[in-house]
């Protein structure tokens, strides 16, 4: 796993032309992921809509829930939630709170405890197109020509 976390850290890292925005949270989508945003490509101007996998930076491990940094998979997480700042969440500040558990390393010990917030700009790739914890891309669907005519008018060009 740390293997395949590293290869699509590389690839994302070499690709500049996709600008993503408007990360919000999917209320009205069942079965799919909680969080949602729309993706713009500087070359072409092409928008889609993608879906983040939080999957792909939270995972069970032997039984807990534990979430990656640099795809260390060393903190524990209880309670998930999103915390949201209003109708729209912007990239920098897309979080997951929750209580954190470290092992100390001795079974006489207790693991230490804290309640965390886990910055998920830290874990987003960017990767051809592809979009989420690990730079692998969900399709949900192309905007409607009236949305994208909105979403090109919210950017402006700004990001080219």
């Not at 101007?45 to 060393?74: A, H, Q």
């Not at 998930?80 to 969440?89: A, K, Q, S, T």
Request: net charge negative; glycine share 6%.
């Amino acid at each position: 796993m740390r293997f395949l976390f590293l290869s699509f850290a590389a690839l994302a890292a070499a690709n500049f032309h996709e600008h993503c925005w408007n990360i919000k949270i999917n209320t009205d989508r069942w079965n799919h992921s909680p969080l949602e945003m729309a993706c713009r490509d500087s070359r072409t101007g092409d928008i889609w809509y993608n879906e983040l996998d939080l999957n792909k930076c939270i995972t069970n491990v032997d039984g807990n829930m534990r979430w990656s940094r640099e795809g260390n998979y060393s903190h524990s997480v209880e309670k998930l939630f999103l915390d949201r700042r209003g109708p729209g969440i912007d990239l920098t500040r897309v979080m997951l709170n929750g209580n954190c558990r470290k092992d100390s390393g001795n079974p006489l010990l207790p693991p230490t405890w804290w309640f965390c917030a886990i910055n998920l700009s830290e874990e987003v790739k960017v990767d051809r197109g592809q979009v989420s914890c690990l730079g692998q891309r969900s399709q949900i669907e192309r905007p409607s020509a009236q949305e994208e005519a909105e979403l090109k008018a919210q950017i402006g060009g700004a990001q080219e």
